[in-house]
């Protein structure tokens, strides 16, 4: 499979960075024309991304380009937050006569919220970028919402959520509406300070916790800790409901990205291409000016081409459907499955 990603940046969001990132994509790639391209942009191209994706169309001399802008863009040549930047992955035509489906279907929104009837099948793979631009097959998706299948290419999903379990599961004794009141015959708060480190507990910043309900679904962040021992949650809860309190910190994060990756890889056979949705407050802005989870995955699989977005919420399958994640990062491990005549 003939595949290769491609990055360009620059002082403005001009249609040139577009073309120049397909071009140079095609050029590693060995190819003179694309089947397909993938095409994430920087947030500043949002206004109006047509000229951008009819230049990326001319580089590729194809119409099948997919993606959305975003808060930040990244590749296997590294990552743009604070410039005009575009990142594309160009993947030659299919040439089989027939192709699999793919199991994971990418998805992109513009909305703060993951639309209703996606939480349902098919399993989706993508990123939520609030007032972002999408397209998908080269036309902008005035809807907020645009969505393809990799024909031909088997993926596997690496979910990196970056939470450290702390203690056991507890019970959920008294809530009212969105406010946890009291856990296992303490008020919240308590409960939530006594799994804590000792440092962590007089100096309580909430934004580094979450609460987990089941493994595999996505943590319910901690809005506020109130005085009266309550503490305000992004989901509500209901008496009886067990939950495990979880920290987030970048050693943690870093560590349980190369163990989730590198189980994902061992044994199997090695992606042609891999595809990352990374949170805004994940990468460089965690790790201190630099993304630890774009190098893990540069140490583990340094001849894959990659592609990614920063946003605001990741899109992945969870224990009950389609969830919208937060702090975390989903690298689809992509290969291909085309059936040769």
Partial sequence: MKVASGMAAGQRPQPELAAAAV???????????AGRVILFLSRDFQRDPRAALLAAA?????????????????????????QSAAVALVIAAPSATKTAESRHRLSFTAHSTLP???????????????????????RVQESG???????????????????????????????????????????????????????????????HFAAIRRAGDPGVAILAANDDGSLTMAEAFTPGETLRWAMRQPQGAEQEMSETLSAA????????????????????????????????????????PLIGAYG??????????????????????????????
């Fill in 265 to 304: 890889v061992s044994g199997e056979k090695m992606p042609d291409f891999a595809i990352m949705f990374s949170c805004i407050g994940r990468g460089p802005l965690f790790y201190g000016d630099q993304d630890r989870d774009l190098a893990i995955f540069h140490q583990q699989l340094p001849a894959t």
């Fill in 116 to 138: 209703f009837d996606w939480r349902r099948p098919p399993q989706r793979v993508g990123i939520l970028s609030s007032e972002a631009a999408v397209w998908a097959h080269g």
């Fill in 58 to 82: 001319r580089a590729a001399g194809c119409l099948d380009i997919s993606g959305c802008t975003a808060e930040g863009v990244f590749s296997d040549e590294g990552w743009r937050l604070d």
């Fill in 312 to 341: 605001g919420g990741q899109i992945a399958p969870g224990c009950t459907g389609n969830c919208l994640f937060q702090n975390s990062v989903l690298t689809l491990l992509c290969e291909s499955t085309d059936v040769q005549p």
């Fill in 23 to 33: 071009t140079a994509a095609l050029a590693k790639a060995g190819l003179e024309q």
């Fill in 145 to 207: 919402n645009a969505e393809f299948d990799l024909r031909g290419v088997q993926s596997r999903l690496v979910i990196s959520t970056g939470l450290r379990p702390l203690g056991e599961s507890l019970t959920v004794d008294a809530c009212r509406s969105h406010d946890l009141l009291k856990i296992d015959g303490q008020t919240a708060l308590d409960t939530l300070r006594r799994h804590l480190p000792g440092e962590r507990r007089q100096r309580l910043a909430v934004h």
